[in-house]
């Protein structure tokens, strides 16, 4: 079946680093995406990962794809007051027409 | 492009009430979908559509949802009656459709918040 688990919140100081952590069912999926939802707004494509790569770094992202264990995960390094909103894992299951599946999304609190 | 347009913003409405939510998806895009989200349950697919058509309406909770896709540039969810539990947050998300993170990305609504008392 196809399921996305993540914990619901994080706090951090700004300043530290993040760390959110998914977990995915479907091994299928070819990208795995983080999207990220500010206060009052809808969801945002804020990077992706090829599901061959580990590692992919984009600025202050790093994600991380352990494949065998359906493992991903976003630090974000300095994290910044900015930060704070809720960040989603998604996965796209192959052959199902471009649909995610998303987890519960995470909160993210930075206190200054 | 203006993006993906939600109408309305908001709506309150009563118990037993018919909610008509609306959405135009951003030109050129082949899939169309409504998520629901709340505190509880998080970030849920309703149903989308390729090209129009329904493909995948598993998540439609039950007959009192349903959705339409008249042509390429209007969908629209409705809920008749309404019920308490149905208040959530209602976004309506487009894509271009196949593999890839270009092809895959979905641009998200502002959403609807819908509130049934």
């Known amino acids: 079946g196809e399921d996305v688990e993540q914990s619901l919140f994080l706090s951090v100081r700004e300043g530290d680093s993040s760390v959110i952590n998914c977990t995915y069912t479907d091994s299928s999926s070819t990208y795995l995406y983080w999207y990220k939802q500010e206060p009052g707004a809808g969801l945002q494509l804020l990077t992706y990962?090829?599901?061959?790569?580990d590692m992919k770094q984009d600025q202050r992202l790093t994600v991380l794809l352990n494949k065998k264990d359906k493992h991903l995960s976003l630090r974000i390094a300095d994290t910044q007051t900015g930060d704070s909103a809720i960040y989603f894992c998604a996965e796209s299951p192959y052959n199902q027409g471009g649909k995610l599946i998303f987890g519960q999304g995470t909160e993210l609190s930075v206190k200054p | 492009d203006a993006g993906v347009i939600q109408s309305p913003r908001h709506e309150v409405t009563e118990m037993g009430q018919e909610v008509t939510l609306r959405c135009k998806p951003i030109s050129g895009h082949d899939y169309l979908f409504w998520y629901r989200q709340t505190m509880m349950r998080g970030l849920e697919l309703l149903i989308y559509f390729n090209n129009n058509v329904p493909i995948d309406d598993s998540g439609m909770p039950e007959d009192r949802f349903s959705a339409k896709m008249p042509n390429a540039s209007f969908s629209t969810l409705k809920i008749q009656p309404s019920e308490p539990r149905d208040s959530a947050v209602y976004f309506c998300?487009?894509?271009?459709?196949?593999?890839?993170?270009?092809?895959?990305?979905?641009?998200f609504g502002s959403g609807t918040q819908l509130s049934v008392l």
């Open positions: 998300a487009s894509s271009k459709g196949g593999v890839g993170p270009t092809n895959e990305k979905l641009f």
């Open positions: 990962i090829f599901s061959n790569m």
